[in-house]
């Protein structure tokens, strides 16, 4: 599986994710970034790959031991860190609007840096001084390991989600397991060294974070523009869909009279094959 980067990711897609290398036979315990499916497919499936029909991008705390998916890696100690350096959520504390309005959540940011503007920032890597890019999101989630028909080890993972705090809760009632500090990353994933109930008193709500709105343009998974995580200005009217305005054009048409001979291509159609 290859990670492609993009600013909108969506489930079955492939991200970088944060594991220890034991889980990997390796003698070292050591982080490794291994990229990985999002949305973990049960073990127990068989057949395609996107074929099991359940919803599994996200996990929730509060159910997560009494889970037949996720009980079984979170006991395994198959903890892992998914690093993004932001995610859309989609506000649901309001009613009036039928279309929910998109924001991009991210961690707070030097004054100089835009995290949704790469040319702002003073690199990304470096061999002596480490990421030097944008301050990076550290989620908490879960991970298995599928084998296809063919005996292919598929790694997949969740990502694992709590009740939101006063930080977020204007937003949406819930929000990703977000870790604040180095230590808690490597806390979270080596599961020698911290069993799973200490592991857990991890998980709390993190109470800095920051965001903008950004167009609809990111409610389609297939549109990678870059404009999907650039902020707007929800004051400034929304600009008319030419897609929209012509067909508006076309149904204000005058039509012609209908008769039996006469009808219009689409009933005609209809008729046809009745």
């Not at 897609?13 to 990229?35: G, M, Q, R």
């Not at 499916?37 to 929730?60: A, F």
């Not at 929000?175 to 604040?180: C, E, Q, T, V």
């Amino acid at each position: 599986m290859d990670y492609r980067p993009s600013v909108n990711l969506a489930p079955t897609d492939i991200t970088p994710v944060l594991v220890n290398a034991s889980h990997f036979d390796h003698k070292d315990n050591e982080p490794v970034i291994y990229p990985m499916m999002w949305g973990m497919i049960p073990p127990w499936h068989k057949g395609d790959i996107k074929s099991h029909g359940l919803s599994t991008n996200n996990c929730r705390l509060e159910n997560m031991n009494g889970s037949k998916l996720y009980s079984p890696a979170f006991s395994n100690g198959r903890r892992c860190v998914v690093l993004c350096e932001g995610f859309y959520e989609w506000q649901t504390t309001k009613k009036e609007s039928s279309v929910k309005q998109p924001y991009y959540i991210y961690a707070p940011q030097n004054d100089e840096v835009k995290v949704e503007d790469p040319g702002s920032w003073d690199g990304e890597w470096s061999e002596t001084e480490g990421w030097k890019g944008p301050k990076l999101l550290k989620m908490a989630g879960l991970f298995s390991c599928w084998t296809s028909s063919e005996g292919k080890p598929i790694y997949s993972y969740s990502v694992i989600t709590m009740e939101a705090n006063a930080t977020f809760s204007w937003l949406h009632h819930r929000m990703p397991a977000i870790l604040n500090s180095d230590e808690e990353v490597m806390d979270w994933i080596d599961c020698g060294r911290v069993p799973s109930h200490k592991a857990l008193q991890l998980l709390k709500p993190v109470d800095s974070l920051s965001w903008h709105p950004v167009s609809t343009a990111v409610n389609n998974s297939r549109n990678k523009s870059d404009v999907c995580n650039k902020p707007v200005d929800l004051k400034k009217p929304k600009p008319a869909n030419p897609l929209m305005m012509n067909w508006l054009k076309k149904a204000n048409k005058p039509q012609p009279c209908e008769s039996d001979d006469t009808l219009p291509e689409a009933k005609r159609l209809k008729k046809e094959t009745d």
